[in-house]
């Protein structure tokens, strides 16, 4: 009786430990998961990867491509107009992005992401444009393009608006016919569509998708490429 009883509890002690060493298994494979998962869902701040090096000291826009200036006007998301030193108004087209529409007519997002630029753009203690090499440009319509850079405060660091506005979803990432940050705006674009912030897939609670707009051809033609279908109000198209 005792032989058998023995035998019983060695069973038990077996089955015991196997059920022990499956669970722990379980748990390393949870555990796993889950630090995969925080790996793939970190939120990277690509605009602190890119840093103004070049010295600005002494040097102008439209000669050399870069210049400290002081604000004149905040137009909407990704254009503002500026002063330089000579005091003379430069109107700016920021490169690498563009905002929905706020001004004459407004699109989903657009007057968030006119918004997020005012603020940043009056209230930071230092802007400075760049070039995307060389003096600088101007695009059809006579604005100068340029990569637009801000310190918030004396002790921060510059940081380039134009990225930061596809990192928080704001615009799509034009990197066409641009030399610098190619890489850093398309990583920042694919990681708002992950998340699916803003233009990126997200429905704007300030504007009214249902309210009818007149529209061109070539508008209309952008809107297809660049929204969800979901979203789209059939507009008045204006031949």
């Not at 918030?152 to 990432?173: H, I, K, P, T």
């Not at 940050?181 to 897939?201: S, T």
Request: hydrophobic share 40%.
């Amino acid at each position: 009786m005792r032989v058998h009883g023995w035998i019983v509890m060695k069973k038990i002690v077996r089955i015991l430990s196997v059920l022990l060493i499956v669970l722990t298994l379980g748990l390393l494979v949870s555990c796993k998961d889950k630090d995969d998962k925080d790996d793939k869902d970190e939120i990277v701040d690509y605009v602190s990867q890119v840093k103004l090096e070049e010295s600005f000291e002494g040097k102008t826009f439209i000669k050399d491509g870069i210049e400290e200036v002081t604000l004149y006007l905040a137009v909407d998301g990704d254009t503002i107009h500026v002063l330089n030193k000579e005091g003379t108004i430069l109107q700016l087209r920021f490169l690498g992005v563009d905002t929905p529409e706020s001004t004459a007519q407004v699109d989903p997002w657009g007057m968030a992401a006119s918004a997020f630029t005012k603020n940043i753009v009056k209230n930071c203690k230092s802007i400075v444009i760049t070039s995307d090499g060389g003096p600088g440009t101007r695009d059809t319509y006579d604005r100068w393009l340029s990569w637009v850079w801000y310190k918030a405060d004396d002790s921060a660091e510059y940081r380039l608006l134009n990225l930061e506005l596809v990192q928080n979803g704001y615009s799509f990432a034009k990197n066409a016919g641009i030399v610098h940050y190619k890489d850093e705006l398309v990583a920042a674009a694919n990681q708002a569509l992950k998340q699916k912030i803003k233009v990126f897939g997200e429905t704007d609670p300030d504007y009214c998708y249902t309210e009818a707009k007149e529209i061109t051809l070539k508008e209309l033609k952008t809107s297809l490429n660049a929204v969800s279908y979901t979203h789209l109000t059939l507009p008045t198209i204006r031949l």
